[in-house]
Each structure stands twice: as structure tokens, then as C-alpha cells.
């Protein structure tokens, strides 16, 4: 045995691989290694991990770079090439849509199979479904019917069919957002957890507005009395001012055996649709009000006049509610995820893994480099690998599992993405590689190569 291990360094070094990312620092938010290693992949596969400088078919000098577990964005919206490509650029490998969700699943998948950056996947949407059987107008989120009147309860039987479905072809959960369904009953949410413990997976939940206590008390209860999984997000922009009393329940709960999780993004303005229930008490506010909304098309701070123009027009309007403080204790909470909540026409969904790098950890030290990659790699992967076996792989840096990395330059990561000009590119991410490819090489993103693969449950 002794002599095999002392062989085992000169084995490695014999092999050619695929690719070999020389001497990198790197940091594997499982096992706890942080140290110089040189990394081999070959295939799609992490073949071995050195001491020593390994021989690849390509080899890239990774010094001074930091060798991170691809990251796993739980909650993005616009699932498109154009937004793949920005989440490649943020060190992102997987971008989920989890909270809204889709419906029909399976179509779903079958349109970004083959054509995708970075892997894919998600929830059998709540909305999407109520929006279809209620004859809703609106487009990705309710306009009309289904927040605006109660589902009967052959409606509500035809939903549950729809969401049920998208289980049965493997989605990753069930997504709800209750603050744009507001007239579905705390009845047909509790019996929508109900299904979802069915399947044994998670509910992803945009809580009720409103009292955020109570919103909170309403999906753990319905947690605790179904036996699903919770999964809440967006805790900082939704709770604001009251951020470390959610986290206080959330934590309660967890340390008495519910299996409950969150996640925050890194930016003190959120982003909705201007014509959705989120704005359903618009008429009832004064005129400061209106100032904390801006219009990313024009960059102008809205009125109560240009609300209601655009409104009627419908688009994604930033709001600026949050402060930095509220924002620092989410990201800073040990059990908080960081997911991006990503959209084109906000700087979260260009920019969100790269500001925490290069603001909450090297320039404010509110965490530390390795609590920013577990909480954007490992927990992620860990939130889904009980119904998807294909994230067990995924979140690490380890011989065996799948070769979606990044590496980055500590000293210079950053967002680059504003609220006034939010489509840019993050900088300081070198390589990212998704299934053993590069999508990212000498911080250029490639084209033409679509190594992404569907993350569905098993």
C-alpha cells in the first residue's frame, strides 16, 4: 500500500488529460481544501487533483487564480442565450428557475437541450399554471385573471393537475409566488404543498406581501403540516427593515428539524413587473413613493403619472427599498444562499456572484472567500441533490465529480453591471468551464459552444 502511494504521484504526472488548470489556489467548499493544486479534467469529469503539475492536452496557468466550484443560481428569470451569457461571465455553470417556474416542463427543457452556455433546469410553476386555466393575459406574470379573482374549485383542481404534471416530467419543485396570485387562498397553497410533499420535493416560495411575519408563519406552517421542503426567496427583499427577525424563524425552525432554506442577493433595489400584483396598492401611496422606482429604459425615477403610464405599458421596473446593512446581514447569515432573483434589466443578473467576491469579501470582509463559494456552489447543489442525483456531482472541486468550474482573479473580481446600465459583463472571471468545456477562456465568453445540460429530478 505504502509503495502504491508513493507511485501515485508519478502515475498522475505520466497521464495526459484533457485539460489541466496548473497550480491554481484551489477551494473546495466540502472537504475544506484551500490550497496550490493542479487540476485534470478529462471529458466532462474532474480526473485528479496534484500537488504536482500535471500534462494536459491544454494547459493553462492558473497561478494566482482561484479554482472554485462552478456556481449554481437557484432563482433566474429569462432563461435565454443573451442571459446564459452574462451568467457565464459571473462564474455561474447552472442557472435555475425556481421560484416562478414554468409550465409545460417538458416542452421547457426540450428548447434549451442542445443550445445551451450553461446547465439548465426547473420548478413546475404555480403561476404559469393558474395563468393558463384562469385565461390570464399576462405573459410571465399574472395580469388580469389570476390575481385579480378567486380560482373555483375546479380551477383550483385543473392547477394542481397542471403543476402535478410538471412534476411527474422532473421538475426540480414546485414554484409559488404568492404575492402575484394574491386571491389564491391559504387553501390552495397548503393543498399545493401538499403535492409537493408527494413528490418529496421542495417548494419554492415568493412569500405573500404584506406582513412579513405572518407571510413567513403561513408557508412554515404549511411546511411543518406537509412535510415538503421550504425553500424561501429572496429573505433580504422581502423582510427589509425586519431581515434578522425572519432570519431568527428560519434558523428556529431549522435547529428543530424543518427543512427550511433561503437565499439573498446582493443589492438593496428588487425588480418586478410594473403591471403585477406587487403594485396592486399603488393608488393608496404618496408621492415619495413612486421616487423609489426606476424605469431601466430610461433611467428616469417615476411619478405617480409616468406609474401609471407605464403600467399600462407593462415592463420591469427596479424598486429601492432595502438598505445596505439588511443586505450585508442576509449575505452574511451561515445558512443563506446567495441566488441572484436574475434578470437582464437589473445589475443582479449580471453581477451578483462577482459583487459578492469583490465587495462583501475582499473590500467589506463580511464573509469570508470560502463561506462566498459553499454558499453559492455547495448549498445550492446541496438544497437539490435529494431528488436530483445529477447535483451530487456539482458544487465541488473533487476527483469524480463534474468538471464545471470557475477561476477567477481574487484581487480584481467585481460587478461592472448598474442600475442605469445593467447589461455588462462582470469582471475577473477567467475560465469557467461547464461539463469539461470552456464557456469562458481568457475572460472571453465563447461562442458557438453549448455544453449545458438539463437538470432535471430522478
Known sequence: MRFLLWLLPSLLAAQTYDIVLQRGRVMDPESGLDAVRSVAVTANKIAAISENSLRGKVEIDASGLVVAPGFIDLHQHGQTPEAYGYKAMDGVTTALELEVGVSPVSEWYAARTGKSVINFGASSGHIAARMAIMKDTGDFLPRDAAMNRLATPQEQKAIESVVEKGLDEGALGLGMGITYTPTATP????????????????????????????????????????????????????????????????????????????????????????????????????????????????????????????????????????????????????????????????????????????????????????????????????????????????????????????????????????????????????????????????????????????????
Open 187 to 458: 387553501d390552495e397553497i397548503l393543498n399545493l404543498f401538499y403535492l409537493a410533499a408527494k413528490f418529496k420535493r421542495p417548494v419554492f416560495v415568493h412569500m405573500r406581501a404584506g406582513n412579513v411575519i405572518a407571510s413567513l408563519q403561513e408557508v412554515i406552517a404549511d411546511a411543518a403540516a406537509s412535510g415538503a421542503p421550504l425553500h424561501v426567496v429572496h429573505i433580504n427583499s422581502m423582510a427589509t427593515s425586519k431581515t434578522g427577525e425572519a432570519l431568527r424563524m428560519i434558523e428556529g425552525v431549522r435547529s428543530r428539524g424543518l427543512d427550511v432554506t433561503t437565499e439573498a442577493y446582493p443589492y438593496v433595489a428588487s425588480a418586478t413587473r410594473i403591471e403585477s400584483a406587487a403594485f396592486s396598492d399603488w393608488e393608496s401611496q404618496p408621492p415619495a413613493y413612486f421616487a423609489t422606482l426606476l424605469w431601466p429604459p430610461t433611467g428616469e425615477r417615476l411619478t405617480r403619472e409616468s406609474f401609471i403610464r407605464y403600467r399600462k405599458q407593462g415592463g420591469t421596473v427596479v424598486r429601492f427599498g432595502n438598505t445596505e446593512d439588511m443586505v450585508r446581514l442576509a449575505v452574511a447569515s451561515p445558512f443563506v444562499m446567495v441566488a441572484s432573483d436574475g434578470s437582464l434589466d437589473h445589475p443582479r443578473g449580471q453581477g451578483t456572484y462577482s459583487r459578492i467576491l469583490g465587495n462583501y469579501v475582499r473590500e467589506e470582509k463580511a464573509l469570508t472567500l470560502m463561506d462566498a463559494i459553499r454558499k453559492s456552489s455547495l448549498m445550492p447543489a446541496q438544497r437539490l441533490e435529494a431528488m436530483s442525483p445529477q447535483m451530487r456531482l456539482k458544487g465541488r472541486v473533487k476527483v469524480g465529480a463534474d468538471a464545471d468550474l470557475s477561476v477567477f482573479d481574487p484581487a480584481t473580481v467585481i460587478d461592472k453591471s448598474t442600475f442605469q446600465n445593467p447589461r455588462q459583463y462582470s469582471a475577473g472571471f477567467r475560465y469557467v468551464l461547464v461539463d469539461g468545456a470552456f464557456v469562458v477562456r481568457d475572460g472571453k465568453l465563447q461562442t458557438g459552444v453549448y455544453p449545458g445540460q438539463g437538470i432535471h429530478a430522478r
